[in-house]
C-alpha cells in the first residue's frame, strides 16, 4: 500500500532582496517538517499565469538545487520540469547525477517536452516544433537510463549522437534517480510516462477528479501495453494551496486525491511560500502520510 506524499514546489522568488534567506527559511522548513522534496521550476521567466506582471525574478534551477542541497539534509530535490530543449542530454543528465550524489541519493530527474514558446523567443532558446520535441524527450530519456547503468557504448539517434558517453561517478539512488516525466497528454506524454518514468504529474482541476481519472485510466493502458506494472509508477498531481487555507481543508483535498488514485501532492502557492503557508502545511504532514493509496 503506497502512503500519501506531500510537496512544495517554489515556483515564486519575490522576496526581492531577501531571496538567498527567505528561501533558504522555506527549505529549512521543509525539512523539518516532512515534505518529501522541494520542486523548483526549470523556466528563465516567471511562467505562473496567475503571477502579476511586475513579479519577475526567476531562478536558474540547478543552481537553485545545488543551493538546497547545501541547505537541507532529507528532502528530496528536482525540476519541475525541464525542458528537453534546454540542455544538452548529458549535461541534463551530468547535472542530475551530480546532485544525487552530492545530496546522497535525493535527486530527482524531472522532464517534458517544454512548451514556453513565449519564453524561448523572448530569451533565444530553441524550440522545435511539437513532434520534434517529443523525439527527443524520448532520446533523452533512453540516453538518461544508458548512462546511468554505466553504459559507455555509442548512442546515435535522429537528434543526438554520443560517441562516448561517461557518466561517472554514477549516481547514489539504485538503479538511478527517480524520473517523472510532466505533462498529461494521452498520446504520446503518458506513453512514455509508462516505458521510461518512475512518477507522472497531473493537475489539478475543480471536476471532481474526474480528469485524473481519466488520466490514470489511459496511463494503465500504456503500462499494460508495455508491459509495466500500473502500481511502479507514483501519481502525482500539482495542486494550488490557497491564501489562509486551513489544515482540515488541506488534508480533506489530500484525502480526496487519495481516493481519484493519487499517491502524491505538490502544492503550489499563489505568490512566494512564507512561513505561515508552510506551517499550515506541517501541520497536516503527518496525518496526509496515513492516507493509504490500495
Same mark, same amino acid.
Given at each position: 500500500?503506497? =502512503?500519501?506524499?506531500? &510537496?512544495?514546489?517554489?515556483?515564486?522568488?519575490?522576496?526581492?532582496?531577501?531571496? /538567498? $534567506?527567505?528561501?533558504?527559511?522555506?527549505?529549512?522548513?521543509?525539512?523539518?517538517?516532512?515534505?518529501?522534496?522541494?520542486?523548483? /521550476?526549470?523556466?528563465?521567466?516567471?511562467?505562473?499565469?496567475?503571477?502579476?506582471?511586475?513579479? =519577475?525574478?526567476?531562478?536558474?534551477? #540547478?543552481?537553485?538545487?545545488? #543551493?538546497?542541497?547545501?541547505?537541507?539534509?532529507?528532502?528530496?530535490?528536482?525540476?519541475? %520540469?525541464?525542458?528537453? +530543449?534546454?540542455?544538452?542530454?548529458?549535461?541534463?543528465?551530468?547535472?542530475? *547525477?551530480?546532485?544525487? %550524489?552530492?545530496?546522497?541519493?535525493?535527486?530527482?530527474?524531472?522532464?517534458?517536452?517544454? #512548451?514556453?514558446?513565449?519564453?524561448?523567443?523572448?530569451?533565444?532558446?530553441?524550440?522545435?516544433? *511539437?513532434?520534434?520535441?517529443?523525439?527527443?524527450?524520448?532520446? +533523452?530519456?533512453?540516453?538518461?537510463?544508458?548512462?546511468?547503468?554505466?553504459?559507455?557504448?555509442?548512442?546515435?539517434?535522429? @537528434? #543526438?549522437?554520443?560517441?562516448?558517453?561517461?557518466?561517472?561517478?554514477?549516481? %547514489? &539512488?539504485?538503479?538511478?534517480? /527517480?524520473?517523472?516525466?510532466?505533462?498529461?497528454?494521452?498520446?504520446?506524454?503518458?506513453?512514455?510516462?509508462?516505458?521510461?518514468?518512475?512518477?507522472? $504529474?497531473?493537475?489539478?482541476?475543480?471536476?471532481?477528479?474526474?480528469?485524473?481519472?481519466?488520466?490514470?485510466?489511459?496511463?494503465?493502458?500504456?503500462?499494460?501495453?508495455?508491459?509495466?506494472?500500473?502500481?511502479?509508477?507514483?501519481?502525482?498531481? &500539482?495542486?494550488?494551496? $490557497?491564501?489562509?487555507? &486551513?489544515?482540515?481543508?488541506?488534508?480533506?483535498?489530500?484525502?480526496?486525491?487519495?481516493?481519484?488514485?493519487?499517491? @502524491?501532492?505538490?502544492?503550489?502557492? *499563489?505568490?512566494?511560500?512564507? /512561513?505561515?503557508?508552510?506551517?499550515?502545511?506541517?501541520?497536516?504532514?503527518?496525518?496526509?502520510?496515513?492516507?493509504?493509496?490500495?
Amino acid at each position: 500500500m503506497m =502512503r500519501m506524499r506531500v &510537496s512544495i514546489s517554489v515556483t515564486d522568488f519575490s522576496w526581492r532582496a531577501k531571496i /538567498p $534567506n527567505s528561501l533558504a527559511e522555506i527549505a529549512d522548513a521543509a525539512d523539518d517538517a516532512g515534505i518529501d522534496t522541494v520542486w523548483v /521550476p526549470d523556466h528563465l521567466l516567471q511562467a505562473d499565469p496567475t503571477a502579476p506582471a511586475d513579479d =519577475r525574478d526567476m531562478l536558474e534551477a #540547478y543552481t537553485t538545487l545545488g #543551493y538546497l542541497a547545501a541547505r537541507t539534509e532529507r528532502v528530496r530535490l528536482g525540476a519541475m %520540469v525541464s525542458a528537453v +530543449t534546454f540542455r544538452p542530454p548529458a549535461l541534463l543528465v551530468k547535472a542530475v *547525477t551530480t546532485l544525487d %550524489v552530492l545530496t546522497a541519493g535525493r535527486a530527482w530527474l524531472g522532464i517534458g517536452a517544454g #512548451y514556453e514558446g513565449g519564453e524561448a523567443f523572448a530569451m533565444g532558446l530553441s524550440m522545435p516544433p *511539437t513532434a520534434e520535441r517529443f523525439e527527443r524527450l524520448e532520446e +533523452t530519456l533512453r540516453i538518461a537510463v544508458a548512462m546511468w547503468a554505466g553504459d559507455e557504448s555509442r548512442i546515435e539517434g535522429k @537528434h #543526438y549522437r554520443l560517441e562516448h558517453p561517461i557518466g561517472f561517478p554514477l549516481p %547514489v &539512488s539504485q538503479p538511478h534517480p /527517480p524520473i517523472l516525466v510532466g505533462g498529461t497528454g494521452e498520446a504520446k506524454t503518458l506513453r512514455l510516462v509508462a516505458q521510461y518514468a518512475d512518477a507522472c $504529474n497531473l493537475f489539478d482541476i475543480p471536476d471532481g477528479g474526474a480528469t485524473l481519472r481519466r488520466k490514470l485510466d489511459v496511463l494503465a493502458r500504456h503500462c499494460d501495453d508495455v508491459g509495466r506494472p500500473f502500481g511502479e509508477i507514483e501519481k502525482t498531481v &500539482s495542486a494550488r494551496l $490557497n491564501d489562509g487555507e &486551513s489544515a482540515e481543508s488541506i488534508l480533506d483535498r489530500c484525502a480526496d486525491f487519495a481516493r481519484f488514485g493519487i499517491d @502524491h501532492v505538490v502544492f503550489i502557492r *499563489t505568490g512566494a511560500w512564507s /512561513p505561515d503557508a508552510m506551517t499550515s502545511l506541517a501541520s497536516v504532514i503527518p496525518r496526509a502520510k496515513g492516507l493509504g493509496i490500495g
